[in-house]
């Protein structure tokens, strides 16, 4: 038997193809070896490989294409030659260059052309300021009589579809590149869109993926680098992440290049990342007690001798600001709508010897969390919300990604739009906090989530005054939206914060999570003045492992209407939401410690519905998870109610059960018989 002949690659003949099309149109296009610009040359430098080392990404040709508006365009292209080798799927469609693990997969990378091209692109979502970029793969084989196969997949890659990349269309060339046809094409491309699905799912992925990165970096900074205090590696993470954002146009990122180790004054590592901080936030237009506020916080750990000490050729600053920008930089550049510094803060504090009771206190709540206290709050494009312990802002960026999401749907002057916009993220959300480690966190947040941080304030909730802290408008705050998840070490659990924040509303809806204690006994004097304005419309017990591995006290959300005292007819929804979909587990090396195992979404979003229209709406869950009731305004103690134990039957219940057992019995022996008689 002869062995098989090992099929031979036709990539030569692709590439000869392929870059003879872009020949024949007069596109300036760049082989492997040669340069296109510095910037995109370094990006792909600097991005892991295809194998996982340190740089050597060389696509097989390059070129960067201009629309009709001059917006740049680059334009990656991998060449393959097997048969079968375009491009690798996952089971949702989408581009499979990530594992099971959500680590790299190289071998798809390495093996389909489109797969490789995506994998170029998103090098220069990560190190460039190109936010759009297109990849093309193209592979072929020789059929039986010998002639020349191929085919093509375009994809746009972006910030907007988070880096996965979208199939554009169906091509047999490359003509949609000539000049005269690019319009077009540019055209389709912004034509793409994802459904609300679609995003959902790639989010999850992308935070899957950042908490294996973040996992990656504490542990390295924890283990390797010494001499760092807790505030300092937040302060450090902000400091880079902030100087490498960039502002088009009028603020170039900070590169790792940037920074010489020079031991010259005014000139170190630190000296550095200073004053491209200065740039950034005054081009930002923050008012300028903010803005001496953050740098005067940052400076301190950045300007410090030991960390800009130079060894070896290399500051430990330096070192440092590498690790996160190659760690972290895709993530934060792609514009992700989630609370990222959140789950930084809650990784990086995850890795230090906290107490149980101190750890209660800096725990921030999970996104879709945070998204259910916004909707039970009634959110909308108009509302005017507020927090009063912000932490790192996760309830603000949830409660500003529900106002732009309503704008954008009842909104349809794009001038209009875009003004609303401005106006929610400057004047229609306000925050506070204490700690000034978790306050530079809630700033970085929001800046990063579209710049809502113009009243994120560092201050005393409850020595506030209700006004505007900065920005152009001035006065009382006209807070409609009360939003919380307190430090359960306050007075009352935190239920002061409550009442503080409702004593200055004048309507609107309030929902807060806090320690169940606060419901049943441990706030009762809070609780009855709190009930004196305001009506305590749901009270919703919570799953025990809502905070696994930070806390595993039980929590309650509680949903009031602003505004109006609470009469002791009031109907109040009870819901006990111990079953909330989820499955959550503390591994460290897990994939995933959350996972929806029991329709997670419908499920939070009938708790929605049934807060807001009661019984009508249940359908997933029972009438032994909901229960209407009335408290006692007087009481204070009585918030934590369960549906009643179902009434055992009476002798009469069990009587008509027998007869109608009976009844059936004798039914069925009577038609069995006259079947048996019938039959003979």
Request: hydrophobic content about 35%; glycine content about 8%; proline content about 3%.
């Amino acid at each position: 038997m002869k062995p098989k002949k090992a099929i031979q690659s036709v990539e030569p003949n692709i590439a000869e193809l392929g870059n003879g099309w872009l020949k024949s149109y007069k596109l300036d296009y760049k082989l492997e070896q040669e340069s296109l610009n510095t910037e995109i040359d370094k990006a792909l430098s600097d991005y892991y490989s295809k194998n996982g080392g340190a740089g050597g990404n060389r696509p097989d040709a390059k070129l960067l294409l201009h629309d009709e508006h001059l917006n740049p365009f680059p334009i990656l292209i991998e060449y393959k030659g097997y048969k079968d080798r375009l491009v690798k799927l996952d089971g949702e469609g989408q581009v499979e260059n990530k594992t099971a693990k959500n680590e790299a997969n190289f071998k798809n990378v390495n093996s389909y052309a489109v797969n490789g091209a995506v994998h170029y692109a998103n090098a220069l979502l990560h190190h460039t300021s190109y936010t759009d970029v297109i990849a093309i793969g193209m592979t072929g084989y020789r059929d039986e009589t010998g002639a020349l196969q191929h085919e093509i997949g375009v994809y746009y890659v972006s910030k907007t579809n988070f880096g996965i990349g979208q199939k554009v269309g169906d091509y047999s060339d490359f003509s949609f590149l000539k000049k005269e046809n690019f319009g077009a094409f540019i055209q389709k491309v912004k034509a793409l869109s994802l459904s609300p699905a679609e995003i959902d799912r790639l989010k999850q992925q992308r935070e899957k993926e950042i908490d294996i990165s973040l996992v990656k970096l504490n542990n390295d900074i924890y283990q390797n680098e010494k001499g760092l205090g807790e505030n300092d590696r937040v302060y450090l993470v902000a400091a880079a992440i902030i100087a490498t954002l960039g502002i088009p146009g009028k603020v170039i990122p900070l590169e790792k290049t940037d920074l010489k180790s020079s031991t010259e004054k005014g000139n170190t590592d630190g000296d550095i990342i200073v004053r491209k901080i200065k740039t950034f936030l005054d081009e930002k237009d923050l008012p300028q007690e903010k803005r001496d506020l953050v740098v005067r916080t940052l400076q301190n750990t950045l300007t410090t001798e030991n960390i800009n000490r130079v060894i070896n050729g290399e500051s430990q600053l330096k070192r440092v600001f590498t690790k996160i920008v190659d760690d972290l930089g895709i993530y934060y550049k792609i514009g992700l709508t989630t609370d990222f510094t959140g789950k930084l803060f809650n990784e990086m504090y995850g890795w230090l010897g906290f107490s149980q009771d101190k750890l209660n206190d800096v725990v921030l709540t999970p996104s879709y969390v945070a998204t259910l206290l916004v909707k039970l709050a009634r959110v909308h494009k108009d509302s005017y919300v507020w927090d009063f312990a912000t932490g790192s802002a996760g309830l603000l960026v949830a409660a500003m990604n529900e106002m732009l999401i309503d704008a954008k749907e009842k909104i349809t002057s794009p001038d209009a739009l875009a003004q609303k916009e401005l106006e929610i993220k400057a004047g229609q959300l306000l925050g506070l906090e204490l700690l000034s480690s978790v306050y530079m966190l809630a700033i970085l947040n929001m800046i990063l989530m579209g710049d809502g941080s113009s009243n994120i304030l560092n201050s005393d909730s409850l020595l506030f005054d209700g006004n505007y802290g900065y920005g152009k408008k001035a006065g009382a705050f006209p807070a409609d939206a009360f939003i919380l998840n307190p430090p359960y070490s306050a007075p009352g659990n935190g239920m002061n914060f409550v009442e503080k924040a409702l004593g200055m509303m004048a309507k609107g809806y309030a929902a807060i999570i806090i320690q169940n204690s606060a419901g049943s006994g441990k706030a009762k004097e809070i609780n009855r003045r709190i009930l004196q304005k305001n009506t305590l419309i749901a009270s919703i017990k919570m799953p025990l492992d809502l905070f696994i591995g930070k806390s595993s006290v039980q929590t309650q959300i509680y949903v009031f209407k602003v505004g109006e005292a609470h009469h002791p007819d009031e109907v109040v929804k009870f819901i006990d939401f111990s079953n909330d979909g989820y499955t959550r587990t503390n591994r460290k090396k897990a994939s995933n410690n959350l996972r929806d195992t029991a329709q997670a979404k419908e499920r939070y979003e009938e708790l929605v519905n049934l807060v807001r229209f009661g019984k009508t709406k249940l359908s997933i869950l029972t009438n032994k998870e909901y229960h209407e009731g009335t408290i006692d305004p007087l009481n204070g103690a009585d918030w934590n109610q369960t549906a009643l134990a179902e009434v055992p039957p009476d002798l009469q219940d069990f009587k008509k059960t027998i007869s109608d057992y009976l009844a059936w019995e004798i039914s069925a022996l009577l038609k069995t018989q006259y079947a048996e008689e019938v039959g003979k």
